[in-house]
């Protein structure tokens, strides 16, 4: 087992196994080398058991050092952006199944000769953490549910490694991740899998977002149920970077936007689903989403799902100039709001739609687009759970004012925590500036008595050599003529 590990992380399997010794040369470590040894080892692990290999021989602990030397609350960290210190510092107990930020994590000598990323702080050798992401690989795709509950949290390193700079890192990164998701529980998808996704959407690396949202698609496609429940979540995180700079990201966020759409189990919208896509993607192409929606007869129960597809371009539509488009606007919230399943399910889009209704309402000119306002705002209203529009608007507004002093109060906190981080850093550079000068002057008085004694050291010497110049005697105290203490009468010293 020991052998296959270290042969899937790129170094000798023995040291002194070879005819020759140490001294015997070897050929380098290639990717097919360290994916057979992973193959092995994830067949071992399969036949002895994932709790045995990964735990009591401590595999995982040795994988985390090698691809989570600084701990998982550090990934996706972005010290100038929205995760400062690190995004999955804020879900990392959802990781509590494995041994995740574990006390002990013994390392694996580095003899890497090609360059790490040290620009993302990854001290670790390239091959050493492309043979963990294809050991992960293949032990989700073999390994079975044993091994879910330890392999499902490293989900947030197989993506955070898709920004390495190294290719055979990225792309065992991106193979980990499929795999990951082919495995996964439909239970963990909304408590592990999609928050990791989300966390991942705030990093700096491009590559990581465009994974993120592959691996959000092919959860559309694995798990429908699951992702359809989560569309009011989903829709506003991908929809932030269909606005991303990189074409890639752009292209991934269209992707996952419209499998996560057609998720959707309402029959009566899922012919409009690509041109309200399109329109997200577009406002250009927001009146031929509201031509398809105006044409379409809702009869199915319309769900918080289908509210949070259709919501953004609803509303969308309710800004636009054209008196016409508002009123299609209008006909399609009438017509869905008489349908809505639960006040709890539309609770959410009201704020944003009931305003926007109300200024139409007020504001247009055209008597018949006015009396479709009013229509579309009072079904809405009824499908809120309220008797008026004045109601819902008064709840609206003590929602939203609630809603703004619990931000205020947290930015308030934030900077009262701030303040006293500052007050603690000044005390403690003033404490360093003292105990500085202190020993500064601890450091002079002990410089100035070394040198009174050397002085004194000095004078001393000088006084025995001015002594021993004017005696005839040795330091020995004998006579430096005849050498003997007391001195012969021939002697020339003899007093």
């Known amino acids: 087992m020991e052998s296959f590990f270290r042969t899937a992380l790129g170094f000798p399997a023995s040291l002194f196994g070879a005819k020759g010794g140490i001294a015997t040369p070897r050929s380098g470590s290639t990717t097919a080398d360290r994916s057979a040894a992973a193959a092995d080892l994830a067949a071992l692990t399969n036949e002895l058991g994932a709790i045995y290999i990964l735990k009591q021989c401590e595999i995982l602990e040795k994988i985390e050092a090698q691809i989570l030397s600084n701990g998982i609350g550090s990934l996706f960290g972005n010290e100038k952006g929205a995760n400062p210190g690190g995004g999955m510092r804020k879900i990392t107990s959802c990781a ?53 509950p330890f392999l499902v949290p490293l989900l ?52 990581v977002k465009a994974v993120a949202l592959d691996v959000l698609a092919q959860c559309a496609v694995c798990r429908p149920k699951n992702i359809s429940r989560l569309l009011p979540e989903i829709i506003p995180a991908v929809t932030a970077q269909v606005w991303d700079t ?15 759409c057609q998720t959707n189990i309402n029959p009566d919208v899922a012919p409009a689903v690509p041109a309200v896509v399109n329109a997200i993607m577009k406002p250009s192409e927001t009146v031929k989403a509201l031509d398809e929606l105006k044409a379409t007869t809702f009869v199915a129960t319309v769900d918080a799902s289908t509210l949070s597809i259709l919501c953004p371009v609803l509303s969308r539509g ?95 906190d ?15 550079e003033e404490e360093e500036k003292r105990q500085w000068r ?58």
């Open 414 to 428: 934030e900077r009262a925590l701030e303040a006293e981080r500052e007050v603690i850093l000044r005390l403690q």
């Open 96 to 148: 509590s199944l494995t041994s995740m930020g574990s006390s002990t994590r013994p390392g694996v000598d580095d003899n890497s000769t090609m360059v790490s990323d040290s620009k993302r702080g990854k001290t670790n050798a390239p091959e050493a953490r492309e043979g963990c992401l294809l050991y992960v690989r293949a032990l989700a795709e073999c390994g079975g549910k044993e091994a879910e």
């Open 438 to 495: 202190e020993a500064m002057e601890a450091q002079r008085l002990l410089d100035k008595m070394e040198a009174e004694a050397e002085a004194e050291k000095k004078a001393e010497e000088k006084k025995k050599r001015d002594i021993s110049k004017k005696s005839v005697k040795g330091t020995s105290g004998k006579c430096q003529g005849c050498g003997l203490k007391k001195c012969k009468k021939t002697c020339l010293f003899k007093s």
């Open 246 to 260: 990189k074409p890639q990201v752009t292209k991934a966020a269209r992707e996952a936007l419209l499998a996560c």
């Open 156 to 207: 947030a390193v197989t993506l955070e490694e898709c920004s390495s700079s190294v290719g055979m890192v990225r792309e065992a990164a991106e193979d980990a991740a499929v795999a990951i998701v082919n495995l996964v529980n439909p239970f963990a998808v909304s408590s592990m899998i999609v928050p990791i996704i989300f966390e991942a959407l705030q990093s700096p690396e491009w590559r």
């Open 318 to 412: 309710l800004k636009d100039k054209m008196a016409l488009n508002k009123r299609s606007c209008c006909i399609v919230i009438e017509n869905m709001s008489r349908l809505v399943e639960t006040p709890e399910a539309v609770a959410p889009f009201g704020p944003l739609l009931v305003p926007d209704l109300k200024r139409v309402a007020e504001n247009v000119q055209f008597d018949e687009i006015r009396d479709a306002a009013l229509a579309a705002l009072n079904a809405l209203t009824k499908a809120l759970g309220h008797a008026s529009v004045d109601e819902a608007l008064n709840v609206m507004m003590k929602e939203e004012n609630e809603r703004i002093a619990a931000e205020q109060k947290r930015i308030e």
